[in-house]
Nanobody
């Protein structure tokens, strides 16, 4: 299984970025997909998740109304559209794939997002 994130970079406060995570080696449509982030000196936290069936979504309170998670099962890809970015959104963003009640998670290598003027 391989998850490859892309789309990170440096953006000014108030700007936007779209992260992508391309998956291979798994039946993508069966997996819940999530984005996590980890800032320096802080624990990794869940940012957003999207289920495998019905594509229900949930978000951290800190990103509600600013970030949108979506998936394209035909392309085995999950996206995170980030808008109105704030300096506190600066972190390494990781893609994660798992299935409910199965204690296995797959992680990408992460992509750096820096929000700074």
């Amino acid at each position: 299984v391989q998850l490859v994130e892309s789309g990170g970079g440096l953006v000014q406060p108030g700007g936007s970025l779209r992260l992508s995570c391309a998956a291979s080696g798994l039946t993508f449509s069966n997996y819940r997909m999530s984005w996590y982030r980890q800032a320096p000196g802080k624990e990794r936290e869940l940012v957003a998740a999207i289920t495998s069936v019905g594509s229900s979504t949930n978000y951290a309170d800190s990103v509600k109304g600013r970030f949108t998670i979506s998936r394209d099962d035909a392309k085995n890809t999950v996206y995170l559209q980030m808008s109105s970015l704030k300096p506190e959104d600066t972190a390494v963003y990781y893609c994660c794939a798992d299935r409910p009640w199965i204690p296995v998670q797959y992680w990408g290598q992460g992509t750096q997002v820096t929000v700074s003027s």
